[in-house]
Structures are given as C-alpha cells and as structure tokens.
C-alpha cells in the first residue's frame, strides 16, 4: 500500500520569497508521483508529474521538484513566489499496477503575504 | 486532456435522505474514480466505477452508503445513503491517472443538517 506524507499543514510566505513544500512517500512498488494544486474554489490542477527519467521535473507557473528516491521524497519548490500562488497543494503517488487511482497527502496550504 | 461536469455543485440535505451526484465526461473512459475530500482533509478514494462491472470500494466504503452506476463510458453516478452530519464533505468524480494526468470534476459541496 501507499502512503503519502505533507509534514506541512500550512506554509505562510512572503512574495517574491522561495517556498519549499515537502512531501514523502512510501510504497513497496515503484510509483508515479504528482503535485496537483486546488485554488480556492476550483478543482484540482496538475502542476507537474515524476514519471521516469530525470528527477528535477519542471511544472507550471515556475514550479518544479525534485523526486528522491533514498529518501523517498518528491519536494516541490518555486524560487519566488507571487499573491496568485495562494493555494492547497498536495502530493500524490499512484503505482505501476495499473490501478490508476491516486492515493493523495493531506495538502499544504500556501498563503502568500503581500 | 478530459472535461468532467459534475452536477450539483453544492447541495444542503436532511439527515436520513441521499444525494445522487452525476459526472460527466466528454470523452469515453474506462475507469471513472469517486473521492471524498472532507473538510480541512485530502482526498480519499471512495471507489473505483468501471462500465460493465461492480464497483470497487476502498476500505472503509460500502455498497449500502455509497451506491455507484456506470452505465455507460461517458457517465457515472455516485449516491450517498441515509445522509448523517459526518457526511458533509465534497465529492469529486476523476478520471485518468497512472502515468496520466488525472481530470477532476469541479467538485459537490454536500451539507447535511
């Protein structure tokens, strides 16, 4: 089975600073791992997606992370951050039996502080 | 890419009745997904609606509370049974996934009184 961890809960920053938020995984498969982000009010968006191949994956609106697999972690960062990017984002796996569904983290709300 | 129109989008209920959610897709699919995102929570899969077949539920899920057809690929309905307060959630239907982006519908805000 899959478990996803957002140790963050909430995550307040400034504009114009860096964000990291943190996600870890565990699974007894190999995985496919995604961030999707949820503005208020709207349904949940990809944001970007780690499937093979390179382990720093570039999203949209300057968003990018980095899969680990010795630490089993898959963080997402931006290296500035604007008023729009007030956000719940989480953190995703799904593994490779083809099941399909997404087992998702608790979420991480990102406030943005003029 | 996939759109998924999701209907009602909120709803307020009496304790003891259901709510049926329809969700639509604009493309034919084989595996539609239903979770429930309680509030402050993530998302939790409720179960799995494949055409053709009974669903699959999640630990935790029921047939009785959570009834799901699947007539056709396009089209799948979730109902919540003998409503409680601790129903209140949204509801969202999905598709894809995998190595797939997953589509979500826009989501059914249900609040029970």
């Known amino acids: 089975a899959q478990s996803v961890t957002q140790l963050d809960s909430q995550v307040p920053v400034f504009e114009e600073a860096p964000v990291e938020l943190r996600c870890n995984y565990s699974s007894s498969v190999s995985v496919y791992l995604f961030w999707y982000v949820q503005y208020p009010n709207q349904g949940l968006q990809l944001l970007l997606k780690y499937l093979s191949g390179s382990t720093l994956v570039k999203g949209i609106n300057g968003f990018e992370a980095e899969f680990n697999k010795s630490q089993t972690s898959f963080h997402l960062r931006k290296p500035s951050v604007h008023i729009s990017d007030t956000a719940e984002y989480f953190c995703?796996?799904?593994?490779?039996?083809?099941?399909?569904?997404?087992?998702f983290g608790t979420g991480t709300r990102l406030t943005v502080i003029p | 890419s996939a759109v998924i129109s999701q209907k009602p989008s909120r709803d307020i209920c009496q304790r003891g009745t259901s709510l049926t959610i329809q969700c639509q897709v604009d493309s034919q699919v084989t595996m539609m997904f239903w979770y429930r995102q309680q509030p402050g929570q993530s998302l939790t899969l409720i179960a799995t609606a494949n055409q053709g077949s009974e669903a699959t539920y999640e630990s935790g899920f029921v047939i009785d509370k959570f009834p799901i057809s699947r007539p056709n690929l396009t089209f799948s309905t979730l109902t919540v049974s003998n409503l409680s307060p601790e129903d209140s959630s949204i509801y969202l239907c999905?598709?894809?996934?995998?190595?797939?982006?997953?589509?979500f519908g826009q989501g059914t805000r249900l609040t029970v009184v």
């Open positions: 995703a796996v799904s593994d490779l039996d083809g099941a399909n569904n997404l087992f």
């Open positions: 999905s598709v894809g996934g995998g190595d797939t982006e997953a589509f």
